[in-house]
């Protein structure tokens, strides 16, 4: 479960096999998937399961369980976790095991199932404003080269002009072989 995460500025080629989407956000909340690129992903660029039927998995989320231990050993209800950590505050009261309020926003898809829903998902827990879907690939600068900018000449035309430019390193200089 991932839980306040943000994935931002990634390119997904390729990237689900079999099961597994190039994201997966099991029962997490409050997750900001930003200005990325998925193409091709077999699955889905994101996958979102409501919840979980793993007992093994829920017995972590009852009102004995390890979380609930763990927090109260830190008593989160004071400083320093009470005043950071806002959402904290009701963690006990709130479904664990259910999504909430994920972000998915600027965001290309190309030929890719933006995202799929598991186990009685509520659609309106996930929001996805501003994301484009398109199978053309060949908005991107140069995606062989690792430029994935969006070209000048066709920005205002697709209406995408909230996406930043991704740039792919395909091998960095501290990966280069020494002599």
């Known amino acids: ?7 931002s500025s990634n390119v997904f080629r390729n990237a689900s096999t079999g099961y597994f989407p190039a994201i997966l956000i099991n029962c997490g909340s409050y ?10 992903t077999q699955v889905a660029g994101i996958d979102i399961d409501e919840g979980t039927r793993n007992p093994s998995v829920i017995k972590k989320y009852e009102t004995d369980g390890i979380y609930h231990r763990r927090l109260k050993a830190v008593n989160y209800k004071q400083p320093p976790y009470a005043g950071r950590y806002k959402r904290i505050e009701h963690f006990m009261e709130d479904n664990m095991i259910v999504s909430r309020e994920n972000l998915a926003i600027n965001n290309i898809f190309v030929r890719t199932r933006a995202y799929s829903l598991r186990l009685g998902f509520d659609s309106t827990k996930y929001i996805m404003p501003n994301n484009y879907f398109t199978s053309d690939e060949n908005i991107f600068t140069n995606p062989d080269k690792g430029d994935f900018s969006i070209k000048e000449e066709i920005k205002d035309s697709l209406g995408i002009d909230f996406f930043k430019p991704v740039k792919v390193y395909t091998k960095p200089e501290y990966f280069q072989d020494k002599k």
């Open 1 to 7: 479960m991932a839980c306040g995460t943000t994935v």
């Open 31 to 40: 997750n900001t998937i930003d200005n990325n690129v998925f193409i091709d």
